[in-house]
């Protein structure tokens, strides 16, 4: 008797209309259309070389270069750059099965939309863009989940992410040709942070609630509830 084939997983099945054909659209009309000219052809010159960190920086650029990859209404961030961006960086050489690039991704998405929501509006007030400042982490644990991290090595993964988390609204007032350059950053950042963590590199394991912790930092009214519930 041949066997049943288990029910989709609805949330997989988003999960899925987040990657294709949304996703590989916004990067290649970023690429090819509506890319500035010049900050097309700096970028150009770094797909040719064969580092996955590097091909984060430029999947999370060219994801958001027209601002219109997939957000969170009420989180306020856009998380399509610094996750799918990152998974589409470690592919080639980590080759994760059709399930673990899904879980991957869905990791990415939850945690990347509950800090923001976490952070609140408080947190873009202050002039921070959380596509950024939140981003790192979305592309870490991302990373983390491609690389099978342990449960330790993605606590030190979050922390590492931790320290490298920043961006700024100003380019939106600006300099707007290099908004989604800290987009590329955060994505390239967050697979080290994973990377160095599967080498054992040690971080802050209160990354989020410690007393010098993202939350009381990059927020005035962090509602810390939100983001325990997914760790």
């Given at each position: 008797m041949a066997k049943r084939l288990p029910k989709p997983n609805p949330v997989y099945s988003i999960t899925s209309l987040c990657i294709v054909p949304l996703t590989i659209i916004w990067i290649m009309q970023g690429v090819l259309l509506h890319m500035p000219k010049d900050l097309s052809a700096i970028m150009?010159?770094?797909?040719?070389?064969?580092?996955?960190?590097?091909?984060?920086?430029?999947?999370?650029?060219?994801?958001?270069?027209?601002?219109?990859?997939?957000?969170?209404?009420?989180?306020?961030?856009?998380?399509?750059?610094?996750?799918?961006?990152?998974?589409?960086?470690?592919?080639?050489?980590?080759?994760?099965?059709g399930l673990t690039l899904l879980k991957a991704i869905t990791a990415g998405y939850e945690i990347e939309y509950r800090l923001a929501k976490a952070l609140g509006k408080s947190h873009i007030q202050k002039g921070y863009h959380g596509s950024c400042t939140c981003g790192v982490f979305g592309s870490a644990i991302t990373a983390g989940k491609i690389l099978g991290l342990s449960q330790e090595q993605m606590v030190y993964a979050l922390g590492l992410a931790g320290l490298a988390s920043a961006g700024f609204r100003q380019p939106l007032a600006e300099g707007q040709m290099a908004k989604p350059i800290q987009v590329g950053y955060v994505t390239e950042r967050g697979i080290n942070a994973a990377l160095l963590a599967k080498e054992g590199l040690e971080s802050p394991r209160q990354i989020f609630e410690g007393k010098s912790g993202l939350l009381t930092i990059f927020s005035d009214l962090p509602k810390d509830e939100i983001i325990a519930a997914c760790l």
């Open positions: 150009s010159k770094t797909i040719g070389t064969i580092l996955q960190n590097v091909a984060g920086f430029v999947n999370g650029a060219f994801a958001h270069a027209l601002d219109y990859d997939d957000g969170h209404l009420w989180a306020g961030v856009h998380a399509t750059g610094p996750v799918i961006g990152a998974a589409f960086a470690l592919i080639p050489q980590y080759n994760p099965s």
